[in-house]
């Protein structure tokens, strides 16, 4: 939650990861966010180098992407919409959606951890992020209008310092689009939701 929290400050201030500036700013946004969480010592001892390396490993990554991307935006919230006909309402946020030099979208969500895997997400045992991308299809970003959600990806940032983006559309035996696994989630999202108004259902 703590990265999460840097991450979120670092893009909404408006930082160019291209900069020069670019590390040190993460660095700096890092260092106030640790400061105001108050770790324990003992805590802190572990988890700031770790976020050290992260950094490093962030600004990288960013630059490596930099010329495709129009514009970045964090922690950002979709309206509420209703889920078909069965008249329950969707909403949601995203760590962060990015707009591409194309206009598409590129919807992403930081993990520290390994769980869920992109077998899980594609397979939507684990639907946020397709979810999400159907919420954007439909205009529930409202700030980001009707862009098209053409990626999907976990951004693993691993112990030491690796960034790991990790594409949830492409597994070993299935490949979907952005828009089609979107379409898929909110569909079964709504037979679910149907399944339990049935008063005869379990």
Do not use: M
């Not at 700096?28 to 950094?55: C, I, M, S």
């Not at 969707?90 to 895997?117: C, H």
């Not at 989630?185 to 339990?196: F, I, K, M, V």
């Amino acid at each position: 939650t703590l990265f999460h929290d840097i991450l979120q400050a670092f893009i909404q201030s408006g930082a160019d990861p291209s900069a020069p500036d670019a590390l040190e700013r993460l660095l700096d946004a890092g260092k106030k966010l640790f400061a105001v969480t108050k770790l324990p010592v003992d805590v802190e001892a572990v988890w700031w180098p770790r976020f050290e390396r992260t950094a490093h490993g962030i600004i990288g990554w960013e630059r490596g992407r930099a010329e495709a991307v129009a514009a970045r935006h964090a922690e950002i919230r979709a309206s509420a919409i209703e889920v078909g006909a069965t008249g329950k309402l969707l909403s949601g946020r995203a760590d962060r959606i990015d707009i591409r030099a194309d206009g598409s979208a590129e919807i992403i969500d930081y993990k520290t951890g390994s769980t869920p895997s992109k077998v899980q997400a594609h397979r939507l045992l684990a639907p946020q992020l397709a979810l999400e991308a159907a919420l954007l299809a439909r205009g529930a970003f409202v700030e980001l209008g009707q862009a098209q959600p053409a990626e999907l990806c976990y951004v693993r940032l691993k112990a030491n310092g690796t960034v790991e983006p990790e594409s949830i559309l492409k597994i070993r035996d299935s490949e979907k689009t952005g828009p089609e696994i979107a379409e898929e989630a909110w569909q079964r999202l709504e037979r679910l939701l149907a399944w339990y108004d049935n008063l005869e259902a379990g």
